[in-house]
């Protein structure tokens, strides 16, 4: 789809900027947990390796460890639509927050900043600055008509990008379009209409941000499956990652019992009562872990 | 499922006609811009070429022409449920209306009319009308218990008579036995009671209805994808086929640019800023169009 | 995964008793009409044979009987999500009974009942008793936060032990891990909590339970396809199944003349009006049912 | 308010015409059971006697007659907010119909309509017919934002020339000036927009119209208590008011005894049981009714 | 309202009796933590004394003890009107339980019941047997068309008997009859109906009922103002009523403070930190405690 | 109420400071537009004459004016309920935002902060920062259990601060005890909990906070009455009050005509037609601005 943008409109677009920013210095200072390399701006970056093994886990592994940490909030609640579930989502977060637009909050804050080079919206600028392995995370408060991130041109530029997905508590256009791409989408609606900053404005860029019933931080992980989204902060993704692997061999386990028929449910969930079998459960755990 | 309707309701379903209707001459006159042929009752027939064009477009491409005519409400927005959304319906409206029933307005219109023949109820009759390349548009105000306009036999009625789809702002039954037909319906819900005219009635057969958010007209053309549904009156067809044309070299180019990964999507998107990309853009839809 | 329960709570959750019961007498007394063989707790039991034609009913099939009957609420009505709507749900209800949980009405009922022995929590022990055909019907009150009757490993059980599905008024955990196990559920919602019992309790096990609109007693048929969820008292499954027989040939008599193209819907359906075809449709019913 | 229209809008609203009328013949046709005078446009007329006995009614008591005579889909259903629930509204319904707007549904009718005269916004137009005794029943399908039928200046008019109230399923602006005027009103919300020609449109005037859950019928006596609202068509209201009188003494008498203290609900409800109270409530009644 | 019920419904209402009961020791074993009497079905009964203190509190004194002993779940949660929210309504719990109606659980328990006698509805015994201080709490799973447990003359009934309120999560109906009474009532909506024993059915009397978000049991303290409704299990009531008297001190004295306007809240509240301050609170508290 | 607020949940109560923050010439950029002084703290104050005219608007003549102007989203939209509807709520805002907490955004910001002075919750001290004229306008994003800005204490510190009334996207506690104060309250709704910070913390005080469907900054003016709520940004103000001075005027003449009888309301409004009533009503205008 052509973005059909007035002349007037690019312009208060190329030169706004947000309202809500945070320094290198204050983002250092609100993750300051975080046990990995940085990007230049500050934001966590959680290893690669890591990434890949987060791609194993399943949603109530990452609850498994967070509320224990005083992190209750970190799941994005109900009312989600996926596209491609059949796919996980993972990535590290870019953050990008709009408010119900008002023109005085939209004024250009360089007099000269027009004087040269294209004008960029707002949040196709934010979409060129995607890094591979980031997911973009996009707090459009819920609106649908006018709320529309992306179409298919840039969900195309995003997956390009990153080769992750899009979280969006908002809505997408050209569903149609954005389909054959394969990439996960988390969004609350389709609606023809293109992203329209007379009704919602950028207030912030990599800064806090509310998805669902969550707080999400740049540089924290993106967790998506059938089960919903997750978001981990990255000083707690090592000791998800590991506890899962013992979850992972366990249920293996189980289901291989529950398979044979000849195990109630109680004999060996949550754990074997008979010796035997604990001792069973130990040994294979000991040999998986091994490898 | 064989519909148990009481031979007393048969009665009255046969004999009583529709509130609302409009004469040849008032169609003509509410569709004065149609530039196409009609159909004898006065709904205007879009040509079969245009139509086939119309299965190439995506919902935006709709927008793009639409609101800016002053048609800001042809939408039908959310709350949908879609069966088959891999598959584009597309067709001329015709349409149905219902209301809550109330006795006093299901009388026999004329104390002749039931001497002989077969009773045949309303939603039937009305089905049993279709040409092929129409598609059923039915307003039974969101009614899920006892608004179920088909079952499976009247599906595979419609989808031989159309061909198309079916879109009902109401419920369907039988979704089991409809979904193997492998027509696109656009319903609101699923009840296992059949269609009950105690409960609602006909009042008006193609007349101006409304569906969800918008109005349609018989004749207009239904376009429905994944990203929703559309209804076009059919003077705007032609200026939506052909601008989409357009926008679908655009969007081709832009995409075929981006998978090189040498682009930022502002680079090229909405157009290209650097001279030469532009030169290679136009060239390129020069080439395309003169195909 | 593993189910992290206290030990506390897993002592809490080990010797309680549900509040409400029936003993098998009045089982029997409120399923007098069953005219089928009954579980040793007095459930009734429709014979495996009749199970396997109910799996050819389709939803309406099932209306087309029971609210002539008196039963207008068999239906569980409108909101469900399905897993694996593409098979059926077929068996014979077992039912677990929750309410919002108040410590007072957790207390053990007898000082001796936690000296020896594994610790199984209430629902598990529920799952446990599955037969091969019951169909675990579970009143959460629509529960999803806590309301998690079944991860993956617990979903296993269930599946292993009854080879027929889940219907659970409240949410599962786990989708991710539950979905290729291919076994049909209708749930509320997901999340990644297990269930929890400080916030919910068991009140009853085998007693009528509210799912959605229904009331639905032990040894009710479930039926679950795309068009929802209904519970079938055994002494109609029979009536059912065999006026659905009918239905059956009738509805592929329609299509198949409606696939010929030459009949309008209403030149044979609901029933033929020209007297050859009425014959016809007479002797394809005799010979069909002769089979 | 001084509502800002456009001179272009003023010119639309005031030459077109509705699309959906009744003619005088078809509102006798579809009121043909009113056993009273009419107005000149055929619209029934129940006497003046007649509707000052209806304001001593409650909901009840016309539910009491009309489910039984098939009318069961004349209450108007739940959502309704109430503006002065502690009066009663009654009157003599005339309706006006909205569907979404499309421009080419609102051309001018008559290219010479346009040479003299002041332009009539259609529901100002509407207002200014009222008549004393009628209640305007606006269908606005629930609309708020554009959607708002009257400010203080025209509810101010409808006030003046009917003395009852007002029934819109859509919404008011200017509750702040309404509220002092004392007018009972039913409304679904409030939005400071004055109605918005280019999203909504008059498509019929004393037209059937669905209201809530019912379908009002010009000429139906309207009653609306803390209870609700009612559409009570003419043929009707005498028997309505007939057996109020009767259930009036009843329970007159039933809370006379209640509030003596000395009796169980049982012993005179529904009926008295014991003969001596049975003979007392009969002396009663015969008295009451005597008067 | 006379109720219209055939014989034939009332006779299957006269002779069933409800499903789910608790017998005198079940209601103790599952109360034991009460301090008070008892009535002589075993029902809690708190003091007369104790009950007029609790209508001095505010629903936040009642969480500051509850969730803190493990009741997290008394509240009965958002969606409720009131009715006279003006008043405060307390009393102890009895309670009515229903379910979707299925003819099976209707049936007469016992063959010879039905030889004498006039028939009672179940929910009309249900309200003969309240005495002084109960409040009437009503499980009619939020339905409410057919699910209006009273209307003027049962609420009637209800106000002489129990002198306190009603709760019913539910409907009622003839709002315009009750309103009158000056009796608060919670109830979800109001309906003509009257209570439709086809759709629903009485399977519990003085069982625990799910009202909302809570479980009530028979005894508990009822207690509802504008801020909503809670269920005090009677061991907790004392402690309750304790504390309270201290807030109620500490916000006397808190607000007096701060309409002098000499204090931040926070030189004062929640605890003055001004040694002379706290002093002079200490002071006011024991003199008033002392009183 | 006490606030049951633990030592440890008060430590980092006190410490820590908002993430988001404006400088003070950041809100001056902002608001560049405001015609008036300012606060220490940038905020603009418009001047109490104004704020006193401001009292005597409706919500309608505020709109009259911004949509105009492209500010199109200052109507905080539906679902607010008001406490105290008959009063007007008027004044400048100040501004608080919440999120969903997480632990490492809620961290002490300086290791030497905690050395000495008493702790005050976040919303305690903006409570405490209050002036005359000023009102609270808090963003808890919609949040009722745990989101309960205050209760009766601090309710009570609002309003001998301002003088004005509170906006809250969230809940309140103790209604019952709020309601006596007598202070127009717009919230969402009331849960006994008092405020949780281990579900919700603060993330910016006078920044821009997003209030249902509208952006408001601080130094806006709050409106709100029956129809709702509006924020006017400052440099508006005095169109909109005059304006509305001749609004007012046109009202009352129309009204005033309308109340003689003699006249329809086309006649009049939106102006006369006739040129003796516009005549009229031009003296009358000139006169009454005149005064």
Known sequence: MIARLS?????????????????RDQVMKYTAENPYDRFPDGR???PDELLEK??????????????GKGYRQQFAGPGWRIMHPEKKLVGRAVTLQFM???????KPSDPKANSSGPRIAQHQRFIDNLQPGDVAVVDL????????IVGDNLATAIWNASKTGLVVDGAIRDAEGIFPIGMPVYYRGV???PIDYSSVMVTGVNVPVKIGDATVMPGDIVFGDRGGLYFI???????VVDKAEITHIHDEW???KLDTGKYKSSDIYPTPHDPALKKEYEEYLKKRLGK
């Open 7 to 23: 002349v007037l409109l690019l312009f208060a677009l190329g030169l706004r900027a947000q309202i809500f920013t945070l320094t």
């Open 44 to 46: 966590p970056k959680v």
């Open 54 to 67: 987060v791609k194993g886990l399943s949603i109530e592994e990452v609850w498994a460890v967070l509320p």
């Open 100 to 106: 119900p637009a008002r023109p005085d909050l939209q």
């Open 141 to 148: 408060y819920g609106k649908i008509e006018g709320g529309t």
């Open 191 to 193: 609606h023809p209409t």
């Open 233 to 239: 902060p990255p000083q707690f993704v090592k000791e």
């Open 254 to 256: 189980t289901k291989m």
